[in-house]
């Protein structure tokens, strides 16, 4: 594979360049699946790798990867601006590159190229006409996607042509290379392509939601404001702006329910399209007798739409009223705190004789709606409301977030009637439940083999709990209360009335070898509903070594120059590149056996990377009285050192000092090396012997002289037994000597 990386070229239209990248990032051009070009995988560029295409290269799309063109798809509309991406699929690749161009039927350009992303630029294709992006220019080598990143996008954009030019191709050829050097073996090359149309411009319309209101449609009292309206317009294909009017008296026009009221309104249109826009109108009154007026969409290029409109005054005979309401009472009964709005229930009524708009007002924790399933609110001014026929009004309770009862009146009112109103009554109580007060997933945990992730966290609370608020991983997943100990496969959390207060949960991904796994935690609790948070986690590169030691030590207790009884403690190892090493501190000795071996070292050798558990043998052997401390460690190569703690104390031997000859005097004691042996008695008769604790004779001579020398200054320091023994071997004196150098 070549060191460097040959650049993607995504192609609009029918040709494409592909630019090949060599280590000072200039690509050769016109290597697409367009016509009249080749791609990458041509011999000489990156052609020697997973089969021979036709071109007797590397054949395209054949290493499991794929290249993508999105943010435009289908058509175009000319003039538009278009945020190109161009992604270069492959697992385990190393780099990317990738070149575009967009050309029309003809292969000429189309539309315009403009950078968008750093380390990209224009270059020319086929003989210099050809306009392309690619990836890097002379003297760099622009953004790549870096070693196993598996993906990258490229971005630009792209300008459609100023009118319509017919289909424009994209053509894109993907580069993905492993950087194993100048070698082909494992690049893979990808071509796509992509057609898109221009869309065909609508024709200008204008767009009403009714023709006519139904005579007659408006109320009032003798020179008094009376019933609103409401109808929708929408345009499009426009070629300018709309303008809503009213000819005619007693009539006014607004875009909200509560005015300002006018007699035009303005209707701006972009890019030809005027959203749908609610016009409400309003009748005023006059003395007597009915009045006729219309209301006139007209402008942008489309023909005008009317709506005529005619009032009529209302006198006393024909007074406005309401009837009283069907049911007058709506109980919602007892629901859970954050069970979510409550099923809607409805109630009826009868209005006559309207003068002015009708007004229904839910009290506080309701909302109201004419619709069963949406278009919910506090207060409601219905426009179409039924004259003389039954009008249906849905309630619902809003999701309580806190238990108590909540009563209330929802009320019908109208000009000239009296008010009506239904009483509607729900209690709410604590359920129980789990609230996830941060988040439903987390990001991807990445980890080394052996070794845990860095934590990340959620938060969870709950109320109404009967049992502990539970919090369960999958496998290789692990959690705590704390960020640095405790980690396990879940975790309980004990209620205090019933309530967990806001907790931080730590969560960490720890896989023994390297791999993928994806699922979630569950959050739980008896008779709760239980909550999901996603995790996933990419495991990957060499274990970690690791040392495990188990067991701990008690105080060891001895006479000086005496071992003391063993203890012992385990160790294991894992994925070791050394051998595991047991040291002993001063006064301490290790082995592998109960009996024998004992030292300050204990070395295992890992078979394959690994140590099974062992049992360490470990005692206290001090040669002097006293008392010591340390720490025998664990250690081997990249591993955080284990230690074990050790103590103990020692005591002065038991074995008195026998003298049968007052005249024997053995000194000094302790001695630096140097022993005398004095005596009155006749010393042509006397032995003098030196044994260590253990018994072993270390030295046996015979004294010549009243204050013979003995000279131990080859031996360690520790305790030595000096004896005098007479010609018949027995013992005339026997004393315990400290060497001390």
């Not at 409301?385 to 209330?408: D, E, H, K």
């Not at 008392?627 to 031997?653: D, E, H, K, L, R």
Request: aromatic share 8%; with cysteine.
């Amino acid at each position: 594979m070549k060191k460097t990386i040959t650049y993607l070229i995504l192609v609009f239209s029918s040709v494409g360049v592909f630019y090949q990248m060599y280590s000072n990032a200039n690509g050769a051009s016109s290597q697409t699946p367009a016509p009249g070009e080749v791609t990458c995988s041509q011999s000489g560029c990156h052609g020697s790798g997973n089969g021979e295409g036709s071109n007797g290269g590397l054949a395209d799309n054949m290493g499991g990867g794929s290249v993508i063109i999105s943010g435009i798809s289908g058509t175009y509309v000319p003039g538009t601006v278009y945020h190109i991406t161009v992604r270069v699929n492959q697992l385990g690749g190393g780099k990317f590159g990738f070149n575009c161009e967009a050309l029309d039927a003809s292969n000429g350009n189309a539309g315009t190229l403009t950078i968008t992303q750093s380390g990209t630029w224009l270059r020319a294709g086929i003989n210099g006409t050809r306009q392309g992006v690619s990836q890097g220019h002379s003297g760099t080598s622009g953004p790549t996607a870096g070693v196993g990143t598996d993906f990258f996008d490229f971005t630009f954009d792209w300008t459609a042509p100023a009118s319509s030019v017919g289909p424009v191709t994209f053509y894109a050829s993907g580069l993905a290379v492993n950087m194993s050097g100048l070698n082909d073996s494992g690049d893979e090359v990808y071509s796509t392509s992509l057609t898109v149309n221009p869309t065909v411009a609508p024709t200008a319309q204008i767009l009403l939601s009714r023709s006519t209101f139904t005579f007659p449609s408006f109320y009032a009292l003798p020179n008094t404001v009376g019933n609103t309206q409401v109808f929708w317009v929408a345009g499009q294909g426009l070629t300018g702006n709309l303008t809503a009017a009213v000819a005619g008296t007693q009539f006014q026009i607004a875009t909200s329910s509560s005015g300002p009221w006018v007699t035009s309104i303005p209707l701006t249109a972009t890019s030809g399209v005027v959203n749908g826009t609610a016009i409400y109108v309003q009748y005023t009154g006059s003395a007597s007798g009915t009045q006729t007026a219309t209301v006139t969409v007209s402008g942008g290029g489309a023909a005008s739409k009317t709506i005529p409109l005619s009032g009529v005054i209302r006198t006393a005979a024909t007074a406005p009223s309401i009837t009283t309401p069907t049911p007058t009472v709506i109980n919602f009964g007892t629901v859970s705190v954050g069970s979510g709005n409550a099923v809607a229930q409805s109630f009826t009524y009868t209005t006559a004789n309207p003068v002015g708009s009708l007004t229904l007002t839910a009290p506080a924790g309701y909302e109201i709606s004419s619709s069963p399933s949406y278009d919910y609110h506090a207060t409601i001014t219905p426009v179409f409301f039924g004259v003389g026929f039954t009008n249906v009004v849905y309630v619902r309770l809003i999701n309580p977030q806190t238990a108590g009862t909540f009563n209330g009146n929802v009320t019908i009112a109208m000009p000239g009637a009296t008010t009506q109103s239904v009483a509607v009554t729900a209690a709410a109580t604590n359920p129980a439940q789990l609230v996830l007060a941060s988040t439903r997933s987390l990001s991807l945990f990445t980890s080394n083999p052996g070794a845990p992730s860095a934590t990340q966290t959620i938060s969870v609370n709950g109320t109404g709990l009967t049992s502990t608020l539970d919090v369960q991983c999958i496998t290789n997943f692990e959690v705590s209360l704390s960020p640095t100990s405790g980690f396990g496969a879940s975790v309980s959390i004990n209620p205090s009335g019933g309530t967990v207060a806001p907790t931080t949960v730590y969560v960490r991904y720890n896989n023994p070898v390297a791999g993928l796994d994806a699922g979630s935690l569950t959050v739980g609790s008896t008779s709760a509903t239980n909550q999901f948070v996603y995790i996933n986690g990419d495991c990957f590169g060499t274990p970690a070594p690791v040392i495990t030691e188990v067991g701990s030590l008690t105080n060891y207790t001895t006479t000086a120059g005496t071992p003391s009884a063993n203890q012992t403690f385990t160790v294991s190892g894992s994925n070791l590149t050394a051998n595991l090493v047991v040291t002993a501190p001063t006064d301490f000795e290790v082995s592998l056996s109960s009996s024998v071996g004992f030292g300050s070292i204990v070395n295992l050798t890992p078979t394959s990377g690994s140590v099974a558990a062992t049992v360490i043998y470990a005692r206290y052997n001090p040669a002097i009285a006293g008392t010591s401390s340390g720490n025998i460690t664990i250690t081997s190569t990249g591993v955080v050192t284990q230690t074990v703690a050790v103590n103990g104390s020692s005591i002065t031997t038991n074995i008195n000092n026998i003298a049968k000859s007052e005249n024997i005097s053995i000194y000094p004691n302790p001695s630096t090396g140097l022993v005398y042996v004095k005596t009155s008695a006749k010393f042509q008769d006397m032995f003098a012997s030196v044994t260590d604790i253990s018994g072993r004779v270390l030295l046996f001579e015979k004294l010549n002289s009243s204050n013979e020398q003995i000279d131990l200054t080859n031996n360690a320091n520790g305790i030595y037994f000096v004896n005098v023994v007479d010609a018949n071997k027995n013992v005339i004196s026997k004393q315990r000597v400290v060497l001390r150098k």
